[in-house]
């Protein structure tokens, strides 16, 4: 990636209180503030890690955001998946470069930038045409046009069935994924994993009866709880808030007939 910023690309700019503002460069444009504004020009061309000045004197440092930053500031349609779980999903659902994934329920696309950053490519069914529209806006916001070459969205229900097979993920983030088990067994490849985010543990429950009677085996379920600490001199304690319960992780993998 090239060092320099340009019109078009995402930036975030921090102020001396570390309050962060996430801004879409264009030529001639300006960032507002109570502080006076900050002219787009002023970074355009400049190279990552610049300090411009607002008007009234105001001090920020610009960068390029990442990817849990983008998740937390950019526009939403829907409920995202928080940053502490989509490292998890990752993980669990074993992405790797080149893996073809099915996503079901891209709501704001936060599961879907994860997917494609790590190399993945995904067809994704969303129900609601705003919702596809806005993850797709945000991908292409994030990661450029050219990952729309990895990302096929559809407008579709995933309940009523999954057209395309030999996937190696499902990765599903649905009010009822328990209806997907069915098709995800004829959508996957033997061995592919199935994962599911959920905020209720009754929902699990549902989930988890439906995998115990499938085809898939090694299920597991966790909870991502986040604690950050406050650390200033010789005061060093947890703080006060934490992100606790967000959601919850499923995960199974595709084993056949074990009966057989």
């Known amino acids: 990636m090239s060092r320099i910023l340009e019109a078009g690309e995402r930036v975030l700019l921090f102020d001396a209180k570390s309050r962060r503002y996430l801004v879409t460069l264009a030529e001639g444009g300006e960032f507002h503030t109570h502080s006076g504004p900050v002219a787009h ?37 829907a409920q995202v998946i928080y940053p502490k779980d989509l490292g998890p999903i990752l993980i669990l659902a074993d992405v790797f470069p080149g ?50 070459e990895h990302y096929h969205v559809e407008i579709r229900d995933a309940y009523e069935g999954i057209d395309a ?9 649905l009010p009822e994924p328990w209806r997907v088990v069915g098709l995800a067994e004829k959508a996957l490849r033997p061995g592919g994993i199935f994962v599911a985010y959920l905020p209720t543990i009754l929902q699990v429950a549902t989930l988890r ?5 499938s085809a898939f085996g090694m299920a597991e379920t966790i909870e991502i709880l986040q604690r950050s600490w406050h650390i200033e001199g010789q005061s060093v304690r947890p703080d006060h808030r934490m992100v606790a319960h967000t959601g919850f992780l499923t995960a199974a993998r595709l084993l056949g007939d074990l009966g057989g």
Not at 165 to 173: A, S
């Open 41 to 77: 020009d002023a970074i355009i061309g400049r190279e990552e890690g610049l300090v411009v000045r607002s008007t009234r004197g105001a001090r920020y440092t610009v960068v390029r955001p990442t990817l849990a930053e983008v998740v937390l500031k950019m526009p939403r349609g």
């Open 99 to 148: 893996a073809r994934v099915f996503e079901s329920g891209l709501g704001s696309g936060a599961l879907s930038m994860a997917l494609l950053r790590a190399g993945a490519d995904v067809t994704g069914y969303e129900l609601r045409p705003e919702f596809a529209a806005r993850a797709t806006a945000n991908v292409t916001g994030f990661l450029g046009p050219s990952a729309l």
């Open 165 to 173: 097979g030999d996937f190696d993920r499902v990765v599903l983030d």
């Open 209 to 213: 009866e439906a995998l115990a009677a």
